[in-house]
């Protein structure tokens, strides 16, 4: 998952270029570069580590073309020989690419046969080294006769020394935008939209078997068959807003104490007190056709899969409607035995989630219709869906996800009461259902509110390297959000679990090294919860347990316990879920991790 960016006009592209790696980002951070033509010649710099780096060691100047990238490593370790962009061996030629060129082992033993030497470990050299191979003075020519040999996932942008006016372009199930300013004779790609400098520009996305020559201001693509095709373009209202951390020390906490608002707006205006009725803005599928749906299915990865699972829940115990939440990494492999009949809905917050986006298309191969439930406008995923709702999260740059999950389980409560209502849920309920959700917000303050305790908490915890995160019910959900948020950014051991699955096996690993953090939150199985956490109290590991106000039993058996303001047990998640965040921010913090650019992650996982 990395970013590529590109640029040909009349303004200085190597600051237009690296202009839009800053906001590419979030889409890999391990090294950067940069490549250009000068006086016939190709240039580039390109640095392991943060677009910092690349700034600090930065040589190049008077480019007339530049193609950028910030990686994710997937072929080869973090280095600057690994970093992007790639040149074959008489650098001609330099690519920048984001994707998996699966077959790359065989291609580089037949060069290495041929007398190729290779300068890196990466899959990316090997598609250069192919196109000086086949380069005929015609770079176009070149790029399709390599394409036709690779196998795999590419977004690209090429250049070459002999022809300064050109990019050439090609994507394969990576997301690639065009933007052209014929005005301004201006040519820009990007594998994100939203990172283009104005809305002023004619964008097209490039689709599999297409490739761009992309000249200032103008764009020729051809398809597979070599044949020029006309590409409509389309007008983006982009939505890039400089990130500000606004006075917090990271955006994780700035993120975290946004939720009240985001998870306002992501209910605002969307439900209607009067009919007790849900609607959605320009909202594509008719109530008659989600009215007779028989079934649910919800895809997504990681954190937003954990916010599915709560929305499967949401659906069965409101909508009474069959749902279930499938890991799409693993349900693309499945045979989901999908019908026209299921509502399949997929949860993205970057909206480029490789196996998302796959689940997706196999979901449509079977003809169900696809409802997108997304924080980032003209992805792919919005793209390719039949229906979309908002999050209106604005942009979420920490890569471990706090308010773009509690606003989306914000957004499944009220699809599950809009379903709800379609199959006979009555108007009082579902203003009673609203209401408190509609407490929600002020709740999570109270939280925030209470950081100073929490802080204290996490200080005592910070010293622990093995954890378990159990709960029972939606606290079952809440507990693996809860380990994974402790995972990404603080690099400890955490398990979230069943508690009921506890004797099963993982009471293995209980002792007094291995804290047990229990979220109780849920009245209906707060007896199940007691017993399960005096059974871990008898082998002796501490417990620090998140549980309502009243519930004081919890007292007498955690070391340590979190009090939550009380809500309804469907919607106790929100809360746990915040206090679960700062738990993980503050030890984190305590063991000076880096909390907005945790190691091997990125924002938007787009390979698979
Ligand atoms: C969550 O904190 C992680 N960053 C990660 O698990 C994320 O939820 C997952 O990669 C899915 O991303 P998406 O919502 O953008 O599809």
Redesign the pocket.
């Known amino acids: 998952m990395c970013g590529i960016f590109g640029y040909l006009g009349p303004k200085n592209p190597l600051q237009i270029c690296l202009a839009g790696l800053e906001q590419l980002e979030y889409r890999g951070y391990d090294s950067t570069g940069i490549a250009g033509i000068r006086n016939g010649q190709i240039v580039f710099c390109k640095k392991a580590g943060k677009l910092s780096n690349l700034l600090a060691s930065m040589t190049l100047n008077n480019l007339e073309s530049a193609i950028g990238h910030t990686r994710w490593a997937t072929h080869g370790q973090i280095s600057d020989q690994n970093a992007h962009p790639h040149l074959d061996s008489l650098h001609s030629i330099a690519i920048v690419h984001n994707g998996i060129i699966e077959n790359h082992h065989s291609l580089r033993a037949r060069l290495i046969e041929e007398g190729v030497t290779f300068s890196s470990e990466t899959d990316t050299e090997v598609v250069v080294q192919l196109m000086a191979k086949y380069y005929q003075g015609d770079l176009k020519s070149a790029v399709q006769q390599v394409l036709a040999l690779v196998q795999g996932i590419y977004a690209i942008a090429v250049v070459h020394k002999d022809h300064p006016d050109q990019i050439i372009a090609a994507a394969k199930e990576c997301p690639l935008a065009v933007g052209l300013d014929p005005m301004t004779h201006e040519s820009f790609l990007s594998s994100d939209p939203n990172t283009f400098p104005s809305s002023n520009l004619d964008i097209f996305f490039l689709k599999a078997g297409e490739v761009a020559v992309i000249r200032k201001g103008v764009a020729e693509v051809y398809n597979a068959e070599q044949q020029p095709i006309y590409k409509s373009t389309e007008r983006l209202q982009l939505h890039y807003t400089e990130p500000s951390k606004e006075g917090f020390d990271h955006f994780l906490l700035k993120e975290i104490h946004e939720q009240p608002h985001t998870v306002l707006k992501a209910i605002l205006g969307r439900f209607q007190e009067l009919t007790g009725n849900v609607e959605f803005e320009s909202f594509q599928i008719k109530d008659e056709e989600l009215a007779a749906y028989q079934r649910v299915c919800i895809l997504?990865?990681?954190?937003?899969?954990h916010a599915g699972s709560i929305g499967a829940a949401y659906l069965e115990e409101l909508a009474k409607i069959p749902a279930q939440c499938e890991i799409a990494s693993e349900a693309r492999y499945r045979s989901m035995l999908l019908t026209p009949d299921t509502l399949v809905i997929v949860?993205?917050?970057?909206?480029?989630?490789a196996d998302?986006i796959a689940a997706l298309r196999m979901a449509k191969e079977a003809r169900c219709k696809i409802l997108a439930i997304c924080n980032v406008p003209h992805s792919t995923i919005t793209r390719e869906a039949d229906a979309v709702i908002y999050l209106k999260a604005g942009t979420e740059i920490s890569?471990?996800?706090?308010k773009?999950?509690t606003s989306q389980i914000a957004v499944l409560a009220l699809f599950a009461l809009h379903m709800a209502r379609l199959r006979g849920l009555s108007a009082d309920a579902a203003r009673e259902f609203f209401r408190h959700l509609q407490q929600i917000p002020k709740q999570i303050h109270q939280v925030l509110n209470a950081i100073p305790q929490l802080r204290k908490i996490a200080e005592k915890y910070s010293r622990y390297d093995h954890f378990f995160f159990i709960g029972r019910l939606y606290m079952y959900t809440t507990s693996l959000e809860g380990a994974?948020?402790l995972k990404?950014i603080s690099y400890v051991n955490a398990n979230g679990c069943p508690a009921g699955e506890l004797k099963h096996g993982p009471f293995a690993l209980i002792n007094s090294d291995f804290p047990v953090v229990a979220f109780c939150a849920n009245q209906q199985t707060k007896d199940k919860m007691l017993s399960n956490l005096a059974e871990v109290k008898a082998r002796g590991a501490p417990i620090l347990a998140f549980a309502p106000l009243g519930m004081e039993d919890v007292e007498i058996i955690a070391n340590d316990v979190f009090w939550l303001p009380p809500t309804t047990d469907l919607l106790a998640p929100f809360t746990a879920t915040v206090a679960a965040q700062l738990l993980a921010y503050y030890i984190a913090l305590e063991r000076q991790c880096n909390i907005d650019q945790p190691r091997n992650?990125a924002?938007?996982?787009t390979v698979e």
């Open positions: 997504a990865c990681g954190g937003s899969a949860i993205s917050q970057s909206g480029e989630t998302t890569v471990c996800s706090t773009a999950l994974l948020k990404e992650l924002k938007s996982v």
